[in-house]
Structure formats: structure tokens, C-alpha cells
Nanobody, 115 residues
Framework: QVQLVESGGGLVQPGGSLRLSCAAS????????MGWYRQAPGKAREWVAT???????NYAVSVKGRFTISRDNAKNTVYLQMNNLKPDDTAVYCC?????????WGQGTQVTVSS
């Protein structure tokens, strides 16, 4: 299997930027689908973005144009660049890897957007 560790969360003002990282414990070259979900207090978990092994990315409507997902197979890491952050982006962001039909999850990193 694989273990995932997220980092890069924190407190940022509205309009600011953060880059989240998801480091995997092994080579991710063969993992076709990796991405991010988020969950805000009192709300359901929300899919944010996905990237395939071929580099094809998809985004939730709420973040499209502001967030960019990327992957560096050499570093076994997936990134989420978040720009023009809004208070509604406040949530715990979790990375996942889809392996043999099952999602493997990281522990999450808190992102708080507030003035």
C-alpha cells in the first residue's frame, strides 16, 4: 500500500495563496488517480480536484480557475496550488490515491481563510 502525508496548510487572508503537498511513501508513477477532497465544519466532504498519471486534471466548479493540481512522480508528491482564497475555502484538505478501486487517504491539513 501507500501512506500519504499532507503539508502546507495554515492561516491565510482572503485573496492569499497556499500550496499544499501530499507526499507518498512509495513511487506514485503507477497510481492513475490522485487528488484532493476537503471538509468544512458541519458540511459534507467535497471533492476538489483530481489528476491522472497522464497529467489530466479535473476540478470542482467552486475552485476551477483558482486552484491548480499537479504531480511530480520523481518526488512522489502531488500538489495543490490555491490562489485567490476565499473564506468558503476554509476546510481540512485531504489527499487521496485511488489504488485497485479503493481510496487511500492522508490525515489532512487545515486551511483557514480569514482576515
Amino acid at each position: 500500500q501507500v501512506q500519504l502525508v499532507e503539508s502546507g496548510g495554515g492561516l491565510v487572508q482572503p485573496g492569499g495563496s497556499l500550496r499544499l503537498s501530499c507526499a507518498a511513501s512509495r513511487n506514485i508513477f503507477s497510481i492513475n488517480s490522485m487528488g484532493w477532497y476537503r471538509q468544512a465544519p458541519g458540511k459534507a466532504r467535497e471533492w476538489v480536484a483530481t489528476i491522472t498519471s497522464g497529467g489530466i486534471s479535473n476540478y470542482a466548479v467552486s475552485v476551477k480557475g483558482r486552484f491548480t493540481i499537479s504531480r511530480d512522480n520523481a518526488k512522489n508528491t502531488v500538489y495543490l496550488q490555491m490562489n485567490n482564497l476565499k473564506p468558503d475555502d476554509t476546510a481540512v484538505y485531504c489527499c487521496y490515491a485511488r489504488i485497485e478501486g479503493v481510496n487511500v487517504w492522508g490525515q489532512g491539513t487545515q486551511v483557514t481563510v480569514s482576515s
